[in-house]
T-cell receptor, first 111, second 122 residues
Framework: QKEVEQDPGPLSVPEGAIVSLNCTYSNSAFQYFMWYRQYSRKGPELLMYTYSSGNKEDGRFTAQVDKSSKYISLFIRDSQPSDSATYLCAMSGGSNYKLTFGKGTLLTVNP | GAVVSQHPSRVICKSGTSVKIECRSLDFQATTMFWYRQFPKKSLMLMATSNEGSKATYEQGVEKDKFLINHASLTLSTLTVTSAHPEDSSFYIC??????????????????FGPGTRLTVL
């Protein structure tokens, strides 16, 4: 079993839709949970970061962590064509530990 | 945010040659830099972690003699792919962590990623 599982998609939605992206993990030592956005042929950029369980909201983005289920989610409200990218979940066992990434989900938001 | 650059952005080389990729932190001092490899439709896989002035720590399965990493200064790390072969063709991405605290969010110390280098070995 891989440490981090993420459905690679692709996922195609109309503009304005609510998008739900998910990852599951097996390593109970993970404490830090991140979502990165990666445009084609570019490096990843950090979108959301959450420490331990709970919800975090930033504009149109909401990150959820359920440590009991080892399940994390990213919700995008009112999706825009500019949100079209690959979204990668990443996890870490400590503040200065290495990151373990999911495969990434390719999202296309159609105008 | 902090800026990390990579050079070159794209390189095509013949099998058997060596290729050097540079990673620079432009506006901060990077005490730790990371090198990742990303194959199409695959996740970023950490290859090695390098701390300035010390030897890199390689992940299991990564050949240290093939992927030479040098982190000689607080703003520069290099990855040299020696005797490259077609199976080494990939997208190589570096990231850097600010030793001075930029990117520190609560208890998490953010890694800033470079734009990546596309290596194609013919």
């Amino acid at each position: 079993q891989k440490e981090v599982e993420q459905d690679p998609g692709p996922l195609s939605v109309p503009e304005g839709a609510i998008v739900s992206l998910n990852c599951t993990y097996s390593n109970s030592a993970f404490q830090y949970f991140m979502w990165y956005r990666q445009y084609s042929r570019k490096g990843p950029e950090l979108l959301m970061y959450t420490y331990s369980s709970g919800n975090k909201e930033d504009g149109r983005f909401t990150a959820q962590v359920d440590k009991s289920s080892k399940y994390i989610s990213l919700f995008i409200r009112d999706s825009q064509p500019s949100d079209s990218a690959t979204y990668l979940c990443a996890m870490s066992g400590g503040s200065n530990y290495k990151l373990t990434f999911g495969k990434g989900t390719l999202l296309t938001v159609n105008p | 945010g902090a800026v990390v650059s990579q050079h070159p952005s794209r390189v095509i080389c013949k099998s058997g040659t060596s290729v050097k990729i540079e990673c620079r932190s432009l506006d901060f001092q990077a005490t730790t830099m990371f090198w990742y490899r990303q194959f199409p439709k695959k996740s970023l896989m950490l290859m090695a972690t390098s701390n300035e002035g010390s030897k890199a720590t390689y992940e299991q399965g990564v050949e240290k003699d093939k992927f030479l990493i040098n982190h000689a200064s607080l703003t520069l790390s290099t990855l040299t792919v020696t005797s490259a072969h077609p199976e080494d063709s990939s997208f190589y991405i570096c990231s850097a962590r600010d030793g001075g605290g930029r990117g520190l969010r609560d208890q998490y110390n953010e890694q800033f990623f470079g734009p990546g280098t596309r290596l194609t070995v013919l």
